[in-house]
Structure formats: C-alpha cells, structure tokens
C-alpha cells in the first residue's frame, strides 16, 4: 500500500536503535515496528539497494506525479510552492478498492551528508480536501537517502493514525505488508525508469 504524506516538520531525531524491533525483510530491506506514540504508530524500513541514490531522490521529488509510483495513492497534486521550497500537496488514496482517504501535505526536501531527507507531513490547514475519502488524522513519513559504495541505503520511516473506524486487518496489513508494497513499487519504479 502505499499512502503517502507530505509536509515539513523538522526532522525528528530517529528513535534509538533499541527501541525498534524488527518484523521482517524483503527486497533488500529491513523493516521495523515501534511501541505506539499514542494514536501514532511508528514504523522503519532500512533498504540497502545497488541504485543510484540520486534517482531515489528524484523519484520522491517528484511529489505531483506518486500515483505514478504507488499503487494504491489514486491522486497527487501540488497545489502551491512555498517561499520555502515546500510544496503544499494533495493525495488521495485507494487500498483495497474500498478504503479512502485524503490529507494535505507539506512536502519538503534538504541536502544531508552523502544524500537528502525527505519529509511528508500532514499540513495544519486542510482546506485542500475534496471529499473524496476519510480525513488522515496524522502522517508523518520521512525519507533519508544516502550514496553508499555500491548504491545507496534508504530508511524510511512513518508514523501515522489514518483516522475513521478502520478494520484492524486493514492497519494491519498496512504496517505489514503495505509498507513492503509501497517500498517495491518505488524500486520497480526506479528500475524501469
């Protein structure tokens, strides 16, 4: 699954190592789970992968066009650039055929040594929503993309409460199997490209 959200808060430092726990692997990534912040559940995936991590980088620059990555975000477009450089954007997503839900994002990107961080948070102002599914309570994704030896390593992590009366097997899938999803189509994407 892939729902992605945008916006600009400064980047908060990662947990510390010890408090996530692994959940499994695929695709050259590692991925993790959180004890809950609240109603926000945190989630990482570390991906070591022999691309290059500038085309990691424009892949997720390229915040207007994600229905063209992700399976499962049904629109995305930006609806103003900020004096910052943040770009205010609209998503909606489909999972499932059924499920809906749509947020305004603050994106935002900046330089790191050896790479760049990506931000994706829910804006304060969600004026943008079109009715067209369920509000996102919160989101909060952050994208760190670093050059390595032989390609580049990505951790992404997100917190996230979607919001609504949501089956469990969904937010379970979600945290599952839908991360793993959404981190394959970005390669795939990247790879065809």
């Known amino acids: 699954m892939s729902s992605l959200f945008l916006a600009v808060l400064l980047a908060k430092p990662a947990l510390a190592a010890e408090d996530w726990k692994p959940t499994g692997a695929d695709n050259d990534c590692v991925f993790y789970r959180a004890a809950s912040e609240g109603s926000l559940q945190p989630m990482r995936a570390v991906c070591d992968w022999p691309l290059p991590a500038e085309s990691v980088h424009q892949r997720l620059a390229e915040a207007g066009e994600l229905e063209e990555v992700f399976s499962t975000v049904r629109e995305s477009e930006i609806l103003e650039v900020r004096s910052d450089g943040s770009r205010l954007t609209y998503q909606w997503y489909q999972a499932l055929r059924f499920f809906n839900r749509e947020v305004v994002l603050v994106v935002h990107e900046e330089d790191i040594p050896d790479g760049w961080r990506h931000t994706w948070v829910r804006a304060v102002d969600q004026s943008g929503l079109r009715g067209k599914g369920g509000p996102v309570v919160a989101m ?7 050059a390595t030896p032989t390609g580049c390593r990505l951790v992404f992590e997100l917190r996230y409460d979607i ?31």
């Open 163 to 193: 919001g609504g009366n949501v089956p469990e097997t969904l937010v379970s899938w979600f945290q599952g199997a839908g991360i793993q999803l959404q981190l394959s189509e970005l390669r795939a994407s990247i790879d065809e490209g």
């Open 140 to 146: 909060d994704n952050t994208w760190e993309i670093t």
